[in-house]
């Protein structure tokens, strides 16, 4: 039987939201252990677009949101991690683009006189023109007009992997996880038959937080999915773009965001108000064959003959809401040393390991003297979507 271990704070799921955790909490002076079952970043973290909001998409209709306030200071935050100055450490990890865009094919609608007067945008949106647009949109067809937002797109997997770097040796595979008690008080986890005793628990799962939730037996908090049926086309004929495309709703009508595949081609992710309702009751055909309409129409100086075309479905994991209305903040609750949360989106991350943080400091759990970790079985990094679907 493996040796049992003690440590402060275990947790389970390594996307970013558990990696941005755990490297916070050993610069901190905390031992920490953390579990995960699959690769790393391999469920909701890898499956996003890597754009670190700053809450403009929220404002689209001319309202400030609660949103749009919780996630203002989110871009600031991660810049200075990639800076080194942050939370972290990131230096090392890839940005893709130092801004995304809003991108009006037409004229603007008139909704968005509002929205760029807010309180939201103010100071944050400049129109550029010329070579100051993205590659994708300097053609002499393109009409439309472009605002560079003071927000940010990263790698998400160099993101994973600088994190993980940063985790040493507290990272850990384990598949079967069950419940360790001492009384009728939770402890612990059991993780492949080995005990982990730790002060605090902390479970940032995703998706797989429902079935650890009833693994344990516990009832609350209840999760929620909203689904997404996400496009990938990939081909040497595009070229870098990292924009919402405005339509005439308070979403956008398509999201876009470039990625490098292995073989130096571009891989455009595409989200945004196509990959949700109509989107997702979409057969996969009928889903590429609206995307490859739509881009026909907004982009039609791109010649995609010779792209390739994949879908997938998407669940973002996030706390029950009535209505299933999607979550402003992180979201953290707690019970005994159990603590049950979700980040809602990935730019909330930092937002998610300071609830933790302050749970914790709250609770006076300090860093307690702990051995050595043993050597123990390494996740590896989960594959990106395009890696698995448009090799």
């Known amino acids: 039987m493996p040796s049992a271990l003690n440590t402060d704070v275990l947790i389970v799921g390594a996307g970013v939201a558990g ?3 755990n490297a916070r909490l050993r610069r901190l002076g905390y031992s920490t252990v953390l579990v995960e079952r699959a690769g790393l970043g391999g469920g909701q973290s890898l499956k996003s677009q890597g754009i670190i909001h ?4 929220y404002a689209l209709h001319g309202a400030l949101t609660g949103a749009s306030e919780a996630i203002a200071e989110m871009p600031q935050r991660w810049r200075d991690a990639f800076a080194g100055a942050g939370d972290v450490d990131l230096r090392g990890a890839r940005l893709l683009s130092e801004a995304h865009y809003l991108w009006s094919p037409g004229t603007l609608a008139g909704n968005l006189t509002s929205f760029f007067a807010s309180k939201a945008v103010r100071g944050r949106v400049d129109q550029v023109k010329g070579d100051q647009l993205p590659p994708a949109l300097q053609d002499k067809a393109f009409k439309g007009k472009v605002y560079r937002l003071a927000e940010l797109v990263v790698d998400v997997p160099s993101v994973i992997t600088r994190l993980a770097e940063l985790g040493g040796d507290s990272l850990m595979a384990g598949e079967h996880i069950v419940p360790l008690h001492e009384g009728d008080q939770l402890c612990g986890l059991v ?4 005990e982990i005793r730790a002060q605090r628990i902390v479970l940032s799962a995703g998706e797989g937080t429902a079935d650890l939730l009833q693994a344990l037996d516990i009832q609350q908090p209840k999760m929620q999915t909203r689904p997404l049926h996400m496009i990938l086309a990939k081909g040497a004929s595009l070229k870098p773009l990292y924009a ?8 956008p009508r398509i999201t876009v965001t470039s990625h490098p595949a292995a073989d130096g081609q571009w891989v455009w992710y595409l989200g945004g108000d196509i990959a949700e309702a109509d989107g997702v009751a979409r057969e996969p055909a009928a889903q590429i064959a ?8 907004l982009l039609p100086w791109i010649d995609l003959s010779q792209v390739q075309w994949a879908t997938l479905r998407v669940n973002r994991a996030e706390p029950a809401q009535s209505g299933l209305v999607r979550p402003d903040n992180a979201f953290l609750a707690e019970q005994g040393r159990l603590l049950v ?3 809602t989106k990935l730019a909330l991350a930092p937002d998610f390991a300071e609830r933790v943080i302050s749970a914790l400091q709250r609770d006076a759990i300090v ?7 043993p050597e123990l079985p390494r996740p590896a990094l989960g594959q990106t979507p395009w890696e698995q679907l448009l090799p």
């Open 19 to 21: 990696l941005w955790l």
């Open 54 to 57: 700053g809450g403009a998409k």
């Open 191 to 194: 993780v492949d038959g080995r």
């Open 244 to 251: 919402h495309c405005l339509g005439g709703g308070p979403k």
């Open 290 to 297: 609206a995307a490859r309409k739509e881009l026909g129409q």
């Open 341 to 343: 949360g979700w980040p």
């Open 367 to 373: 860093p307690a003297a702990s051995a050595t970790l």
